[in-house]
């Protein structure tokens, strides 16, 4: 947990952004897994955690801004919680920690937020992302499930994002020890994508890392021989040389801050020519756009960029063809490279998703593509310091998308599909780091994990 000061100054700052009422932020409850009291890793939510940064399930804090107060409300633990969990801080003194001195049990928040609502008082929530969630806030705010997305309220969506996007020195230290326990991960990855190895294997044991260093892994991994699958979960394929296999992991520190890397390497340790040129073309778009990256220079124009490098390269290789600036605008790339850029984050992996990620990426200024392959960005805005974000150009041969456009005549100009069809089995290659923007330009965080042909054929000589 960081200092009491930090969460106080957190909610005053909130205060600043929503100007009256109450705000109502509640925490994750347990989730039932197969029986009710088997439950799934808690997890609490990320701008709970960020206002009051307790980590426990069951508890609401409320900012009442017109009486200026904050409020935790919770449970203290009972003789038979002890029992079974050990001995448990109360809850005035965990609420001290996070600099909150007024505490009431929960069942008290009903008669709360009644009271506020009958003297016409606003109260600001955003919309939750889990049914537990739903439920509660229908009991609380006497509102049906459904109504209450349409509900609430824009400002303080608004004023979290505006706070949590901009991450500040003790963030950007948990972040980094974040990366560099996927730093682990990857280069244990690395070593052990030898032939004969299953995917789950691997995966398991890197699983493993990210818990034995922090916390549990950021996001399910991905990890797989068939890369062209984007988000690729199946790790059952055995690993045959001649192969790449794509590692998209990262973990979660102790506080909940996370990383998010993908590495791509050849089974058994060393790259033949044809992936040898695909990888490279992807490691300039990944190298290029993370040395454009600064202040005001918006994620759209960084996802072009890295459009326009992949088209040009693959025309260098003869699976494109025509006028590049053409192809990009037009979106022909997208055969190649159907997904965005790259996306904030910070607490959560893909940062804040879960108040919209229309809310977090876009703005009156840059409005969401609605072009195939574009349309996926989801972090589109001009960059400011103290944002975290992802740079992660892919090239991938997805089969059945060949297949479809080359069968629809689609951008016969811009893709040679003749020479793509020669490339269904390649799989695919994305390459992910984490880049702090800085003052004057960019930081690459944590440390250095091997990303050139000869680092990545270095660190795959010494298997595991
Ligand atoms: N690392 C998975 C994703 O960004 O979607
Ligand atoms: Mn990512």
Redesign the pocket.
């Known amino acids: 947990m960081f200092d009491a000061k930090v969460y106080t100054d957190r909610r005053n700052r909130l205060r600043g952004e929503v100007k009256n009422g109450i705000i109502l932020i509640l925490g994750n409850t347990e989730a039932s897994f197969n029986y009710p009291a088997n439950t799934y890793h808690f997890r609490q939510d990320s701008s709970f955690l960020y206002f009051f940064g307790m980590d426990h399930p069951d508890l609401a804090g409320v900012l009442d801004i017109d009486e200026n107060k904050d409020y935790i409300f919770g449970n203290d633990v009972d003789i038979d919680d002890i029992i079974w969990m050990g001995p448990q801080p109360m809850m005035k003194d965990r609420a001290a920690e996070v600099g909150v001195s007024n505490t009431a049990p929960l069942k008290d928040l009903l008669d709360f937020v009644k009271a506020a609502k009958s003297k016409g008082r606003k109260i600001h929530f955003v919309t939750p992302y889990r049914g537990e969630t739903y439920m509660q806030m229908e009991q609380l705010l006497g509102i049906p499930f459904a109504e209450i997305a349409g509900l609430a309220s824009m400002e303080l969506v608004k004023g979290i994002i505006k706070l949590r996007s901009v991450k500040d020195q003790f963030e950007i230290a948990e972040i980094e020890k974040a990366v560099d326990i996927a730093y682990e991960m990857h280069t244990t990855s690395m070593r052990m994508a030898m032939p004969g190895r299953i995917e789950r294997e691997i995966a398991g044991t890197i699983e493993g890392i990210s818990l034995a260093k922090g916390g549990p892994v950021s996001?399910p991994i991905?990890l797989s021989v068939n890369g062209e699958t984007l988000?690729n979960h199946y790790h059952g394929n055995v690993l045959e040389a001649g192969r790449m296999m794509v590692t998209?992991a990262g973990a979660e520190t102790t506080m909940h801050y996370s990383s998010?890397i993908t590495r791509t390497v050849p089974v058994g340790g060393k790259f033949n020519q044809r992936q040898k040129d695909i990888y490279e073309i992807v490691l300039a778009a990944n190298l290029k756009t993370i040395e454009a990256t600064r202040p005001g220079i918006s994620n759209r124009e960084l996802h072009l960029m890295a459009a326009h490098i992949i088209a040009s390269g693959l025309k260098d290789l003869g699976l494109m063809k025509g006028n590049i600036d053409d192809a990009v605008k037009e979106g022909a790339h997208a055969m190649f490279f159907p997904h965005g850029l790259g996306?904030m984050m910070g607490l959560d992996?893909?940062d804040m998703e879960g108040l919209g990620e229309n809310n977090v990426g876009y703005n009156e200024e840059i409005k969401r593509s609605t072009q195939f392959g574009t349309a996926f960005l989801r972090l589109g805005k001009k960059h400011q310091p103290g944002y975290v974000f992802?740079i992660?150009p892919g090239i991938y041969f997805i089969p059945a998308l060949i297949k479809k456009w080359k069968a629809e005549k689609k951008f016969t100009d811009f893709i040679n599909f003749e020479k793509a069809e020669s490339y269904i089995g390649f799989g695919g290659i994305r390459i992910e780091d984490d880049i702090l923007v800085t003052d004057t330009g960019y930081r690459v965080l944590g440390k250095p994990i091997p990303k050139t042909v000869k680092e990545i054929e270095d660190t795959m000589a010494n298997p595991l």
């Open positions: 996001f991905i988000h998209d998010d996306h992996v893909h992802t992660e």
